[in-house]
């Protein structure tokens, strides 16, 4: 039975708009039509939300990541025994390993049909470092100047798991354990196009698609064209105007839209432990 809510629920972005935080929620329990509806406006709207003090079984987070869409596929990482769609990110205090997702990247951009959503829970927080990054790729398309608008809007972008996942990738080079079972295989050496400048399905904005860590080119191009132009991206969508930092704290979840940002997953927690649940709702084909 869906909750009945005694309070609307508020939604406070941050001043550029990029991000907001929610509250006037309780996720453990279905929210019911209207309230649902809020919550996909405010993500649609301001692309990442913040859900403070939500104490959430992965039962509960399982749930709510049902009620924004189907679960996405998650490769090259073993899921939680039991939880075959849900995804433990944890680093214990004594591991020396790069920290889990320290790279500007849209989730699982290498599928033909990426996740829309991400959904990331903190279990344990650190009491330092950890932060997250978001790049509003919307926004920054929208900076660019026409000239460069007509340029990109042909061009397909390369995409691939391989710098990553595949076995010449940073995660087969590794020598420090990591508590985080990842899967190194071939499958990440494929690879797929999508458009460079993609349309978002429910708001028709135009946004930037492509991230250094899994855009491996640009189709019809040479490496030092590709290069060039995906470098000049890279650095103007990355600028710090639109950008939104997002500091975490105990019990949060935050959800974000991979069709129209990338994110960076900051370290700065060496020494303590760091435990997070992620969930991802299954996306369409970019357009």
Not at 30 to 59: C, I, Y
């Amino acid at each position: 039975m869906a909750a009945t809510l005694a309070e609307p629920i508020t939604v406070t972005p941050q001043p550029s708009g990029f991000g907001a935080q929610v509250t006037g929620l309780d996720l453990s329990r279905p929210l019911d039509a209207a309230t649902l509806g809020q919550v996909k406006d405010a993500w649609a709207r301001h692309a990442v939300l913040a859900f403070p003090g939500q104490p959430l079984s992965l039962e509960a987070l399982e749930a709510f990541t049902l009620q924004i869409g189907p679960f996405g596929v998650d490769p090259f990482i073993k899921p939680m025994p039991g939880h075959p769609n849900v995804l433990e990110l944890r680093r214990e205090p004594d591991e020396t390993s790069k920290n889990f997702g320290a790279g500007w990247h849209s989730d699982w951009s290498f599928q033909k049909e990426p996740p829309a959503a991400t959904l990331l829970r903190s279990e344990v927080t650190p009491p330092v470092g950890g932060d997250t990054l978001f790049a509003d790729c919307a926004r920054a398309y929208d900076a660019l100047s026409d000239g460069m608008k007509a340029l990109l809007a042909p061009l397909q972008a390369v995409h691939s798991a391989t710098r990553a996942y595949g076995t010449q990738g940073a995660y087969a080079k590794e020598t420090q354990a990591r508590t985080m079972q990842i899967i190194v295989s071939t499958e990440a050496e494929k690879t797929l196009t999508h458009p460079l400048v993609r349309t978002h399905p429910i708001t028709g904005r135009k946004a930037l698609f492509v991230s250094p860590t899994y855009t491996v080119g640009i189709e019809g191009l040479t490496y030092q064209e590709s290069h060039a132009i995906l470098g000049f991206l890279y650095r103007h969508m990355t600028q710090e105007q639109f950008i939104y930092r997002h500091s975490w704290s105990q019990g949060m979840l935050l959800m974000w839209d991979n069709r129209c940002t990338v994110h960076f997953a900051e370290g700065g927690y060496d020494g303590h432990l760091r435990v997070m649940h992620r969930t991802t709702v299954a996306g369409d084909v970019p357009v």
